[in-house]
């Protein structure tokens, strides 16, 4: 069975923004990002982008725009030597209540349904809290880097009730993560 990873975009690969990621010109990847993406595929791993871009939904973001940055994004990590098997997201407004929106599980299911995989205990990684519940949700195994959101996020999991997030590992950036996972491969 192949190896898959699941990734969060924005706060992951690339810088978060509060005013969302507009523009091809906004969008900078966080240092090592592209890298680790490429040792990622280098060590087996099929790699998937998962990302909630509601900035689409509410007229914020052009879809050409988007579509320049997920090209760049695909160009750089080949240039890397990797590959992204897929970039999959969510163009929808919360007030929608799509179920590809994480915390749903849309996209996972997607990416699923794409490559005709089971992502059941695949690791998926992101910065915000809906990313890991989205994962757990998925049957996906939930990872946590503290680029993006992800010491907000970490603090909200130490104090989270719940013991399973409680859990989730943290790392401090997706080079990080994926140093962690390829460390582990059988
Ligand atoms: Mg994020
Ligand atoms: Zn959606």
């Not at 080949?78 to 179920?99: K, L, M, N, T």
């Not at 992502?119 to 946590?144: E, N, T, W, Y």
């Not at 104090?159 to 990080?176: H, N, T």
Request: net charge neutral.
């Amino acid at each position: 069975m192949k190896a898959w990873v699941i990734l969060d975009r924005d706060g992951v690969i690339n810088r978060d923004s509060a005013d969302y990621i507009k523009s091809l010109a906004e969008w900078q990847p966080l240092p090592g990002s592209i890298e680790a993406i490429a040792r990622l595929s280098g060590a087996g791993f099929q790699v998937a982008v998962a990302t909630n871009q509601s900035g689409l939904g509410r007229g914020l973001i052009p879809a050409p725009q988007l579509a320049a940055m997920h090209a760049a994004l695909t160009h750089l990590v080949r240039e890397a030597g990797g590959e992204i098997a897929g970039i999959f997201y969510c163009p929808h407004e919360p007030a929608v209540g799509c179920p590809c929106r994480k915390p749903g599980i849309g996209l996972f299911e997607a990416i699923a349904r794409r490559f005709a995989v089971d992502l059941k205990g695949q690791p998926a990684i992101g910065d915000s809290l809906r990313d890991l519940v989205a994962a757990r949700r998925a049957g996906c195994r939930p990872l946590l880097v503290r680029t993006g959101n992800g010491r907000r996020t970490e603090t909200e999991l130490a104090q989270a009730s719940d013991r399973d997030l409680a859990a989730v590992p943290v790392y401090e950036d997706l080079a990080a993560a994926a140093e962690a996972l390829i460390g582990a491969r059988p």
